[in-house]
Structure formats: C-alpha cells, structure tokens
C-alpha cells in the first residue's frame, strides 16, 4: 500500500492539527493503529507520524485513519547534524517512493545499529551485563535507541524512571553518548525536499543553545531551504514560544525579509501516555504565525 501525500482542506483543519509524534515503529510507546485512535479521540483531524529515522509506522497509521476520517500526513523526523551538535528535522508529507529519501533513512539505520553496538559496550563495561539484547527487546526491532535503553534500564530496576537514566547514562556528556556522523543539515533539508517534503526544524529549545547560536541555527537552516520550523512543541510556555517567534523573525530580517522566512509548524512530539508534557493533539498554532499546511492548501 502506498500512503500518498495528502492536500489540506477546511475539512482537514476543522480539529486539532498534530504534526510530530511518535510510534512503536520508533520510540513511541503506542502501536500507530493505537495512536491513531487515541488522535481522534483528541478531536484530531491532521496528524503527521514523525517516527525518528523510520516511516515503517506509516502504512497502519493511515489504514486506521482512513477507518476514522483523520488525516494522515506521511511523515520522519531525521537525525541530523549540525557542526558537532545533533539536530533533528521534521519531514512532512513526503512521498516514500523517493530514493533520495530511502537512502537518507538506510544510512541513519546503519548508524543507528553502531551506536546501539557501542552504547551497549559501554555499559557493558560499567557491569550493566545484556543491555543490547535488553534494549532491543524494547526496541521491537532493529531500530534502538536510547529510550529503549533507558526503558531497559527502569525495567532492570537499575533506576527508578527513564529521565534518571538519560541524566546518569544516556543523555549529553554521559557515557551512553555516543556521537556517531549523522548526515549533515544541508544534506538532511535536500533529501526531504527530493521526497516532496517540507523540512521542518524540530524543537528548537530542545538544544540547549544560547539565542546567537540559535539564530544561527535558524539562519543555516533558512540558508539549507529550510520550509518551517517548530513554535509550538512539546513542554513550552507562552513566552517561549513568543522567542521562537521572534528569533524566526531575525533570521528572516538578517536575510533581507521584512518576515520570517520560515513557516510555523506546531507538533506535540507525544510519545507515550504518562508523558506529562504535552498531550497528543493538545497544540495550537500562536496569532500571527504562517502555518507551514499553507504549502497544501488548494
Ligand atoms: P535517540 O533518537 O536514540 O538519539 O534518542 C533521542 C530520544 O530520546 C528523543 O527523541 C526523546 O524521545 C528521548 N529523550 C531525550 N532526552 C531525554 C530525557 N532527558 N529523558 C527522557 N527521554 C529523553
Ligand atoms: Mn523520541
Ligand atoms: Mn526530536
Ligand atoms: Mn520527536
């Protein structure tokens, strides 16, 4: 079956618009017929699966959409880099025929089995004995990573919650840290474009960079024809949201615009139902802001 990159209507957008969350076919907990329905029953009429590195959720995602009148846009959030700093880009509504992006999510698949060989040496090596086969088991499959591990981890009962393990293990700096080459920003923009896709910066805030370096992400990433980036994700207050904003609005000036050069994407980057964050469907595109679904409006 192939799931076709879908138009947006007034229909389309008569609920909630969700476009980064996450499956079974990634780290998310939920199987994509599951999140499906838990969407609509959120009042979701547009919803992007954004699996990391994976569109294999995508088929039964859309076969449980069709049943339930959501509309399912095909979507990735890949893996990128940018300097030595790990980024991640939001594709949307992406043809999966493309070679392009075919190749662009083998390379990430075979980086992602290094890392996952080599996190578990590690802690291997630290006396955390069977994690590979442990965060496989989690994982389902071959597509491991580290919340598959912590998700081990809190089931070994060597810590009480995954967060204590990204802080202890996993996270930035910590053994379970394993920098592999994740394909290159420019490089990441390109494929999803080849794929008819809208290249979306993912969660800005989540990077930890100051406002300048942050403005210059902003501004490589407008430069690499980047199409939106993400005002609303996850766990954000409203004066965060508003900084996003306006940093958008800088790029967009330093590039001689009187606008923000980039669209507005919004995505709840649910993962599990515990998640205390952000809800699946709960997110809501600020005054002012372009949405990036403008590009498949008729
Ligand atoms: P990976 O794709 O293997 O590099 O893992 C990154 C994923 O780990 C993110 O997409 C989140 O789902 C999860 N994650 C990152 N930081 C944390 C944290 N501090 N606590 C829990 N989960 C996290
Ligand atoms: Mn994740
Ligand atoms: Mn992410
Ligand atoms: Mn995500």
Known sequence: MDTARVTVTSDTLSGQVDLHCHSTASDGILSPAALVSRAKSAGVTLLALTDHDTVAGIDEAAA???????????????????????????????DRGSDALTDAISERARLRRQRAREIAARLEKRGFTGAFDGARSFSGGDEIGRPHFAR??????????????????????K????????????ETVAAIHAAKGAAVLAHPLKYGLTRTRLLALLKDFQSAGGDAAEVVCGQQNP???????????????????HRPNLLASVGSDFHQPEQPWRALGSVHLPVGAEPVWALWQS
């Open 64 to 94: 449980t959409a069709r049943e339930q009148g959501v509309t399912l846009m095909p979507g990735i959030e890949l893996t990128a880099r940018w300097g030595r700093r790990v980024i991640h880009v939001v594709g949307l509504n992406i």
């Open 152 to 173: 081990w981890m809190v089931a070994q009962g060597y810590v009480s919650d995954t967060a204590k393990a990204f802080k202890r293990y996993l996270g930035q700096g």
């Open 175 to 186: 053994i379970g840290d394993v920098s592999v080459p994740w394909p290159a920003l420019a």
């Open 239 to 257: 004066v965060q949201t508003r900084e996003i904003q306006a940093l958008m609005a800088d790029a967009g000036v330093q590039a001689g615009l």
